[in-house]
T-cell receptor, first 113, second 111 residues
Framework: SAVISQKPSRDICQRGTSLTIQCQVD?????MFWYRQQPGQSLTLIAT?????????ESGFVIDKFPISRPNLTFSTLTVSNMSPEDSSIYLC??????????FGPGTRLTVL | GNSVTQMEGPVTLSEEAFLTINCTYT??????LFWYVQYPGEGLQLLLK?????DKGSNKGFEATYRKETTSFHLEKGSVQVSDSAVYFC??????????FGAGTTVTVRA
């Protein structure tokens, strides 16, 4: 089965800094997504990562805060910019191979001090 | 808009007990329905899915049937094990492929 990896798996950052999270898949995918899971909460979709064009953001999320890149069909990055303690969450990427089923990476656990 | 309402937890059971987690949904069109599981400290794993009315998804002893008339997709397992302790999420997707999640139900199984 295909492997979805994320880097880093966890990080502790200072407020005001930025962190870039990578999502790598070992086969080409149709769609890639980024989700946030705040402590003890469910998952919220941040954006759809579009290959070769700007990401499509959900209500409440903006490009300046969460810039996303997807240069090809197997890789995407999410940057959490100008972080505050409220950004402490697990960030997960997911992929869809065109079967209307999303598979998730292991997540990146972010703590902002 | 689309939404998923999940039975609130936490749920605590003894080993070999019967587990049911209720899930109902509101959606435009004909959604696909999913159950995901998150084991402690891990990411989400797809547990099962159903794409049309009366479909039954099953995996690892878990089952859920897509009930259009009651807009429900309840998860069941006949005999739980300690290793089933996890958070379970009900979710749906529609034509835009985006997932909407329920709040999650924490299940603890005691030996």
């Amino acid at each position: 089965s295909a492997v979805i990896s994320q880097k880093p798996s966890r990080d502790i950052c200072q407020r005001g800094t930025s962190l870039t999270i990578q999502c790598q898949v070992d086969s080409q995918v149709t769609m890639m997504f980024w989700y946030r899971q705040q402590p003890g909460q469910s998952l919220t979709l941040i954006a759809t990562a579009n290959q070769g064009s700007e990401a499509t953001y959900e209500s409440g999320f903006v490009i300046d805060k969460f810039p996303i890149s997807r240069p090809n069909l197997t890789f995407s990055t999410l940057t959490v910019s100008n972080m505050s303690p409220e950004d402490s969450s697990i960030y997960l990427c997911s992929v869809d191979w065109g079967s209307d089923t999303q598979y998730f990476g292991p997540g990146t656990r972010l703590t902002v001090l | 808009g689309n939404s998923v309402t999940q039975m609130e937890g936490p749920v605590t059971l003894s080993e070999e007990a019967f587990l049911t987690i209720n899930c109902t949904y509101t959606a435009t069109g004909y959604p696909s329905l999913f159950w995901y599981v998150q084991y402690p400290g891990e990411g989400l794993q797809l547990l099962l899915k159903a794409t049309k009315a009366d479909d039954k998804g099953s995996n690892k002893g878990f089952e859920a049937t897509y009930r259009k008339e009651t807009t429900s997709f309840h998860l069941e397992k006949g005999s739980v094990q300690v290793s089933d302790s996890a958070v379970y999420f009900c979710a749906l997707s529609t034509s835009d492929y985006k997932l909407s999640f329920g709040a999650g139900t924490t299940v603890t199984v005691r030996a």
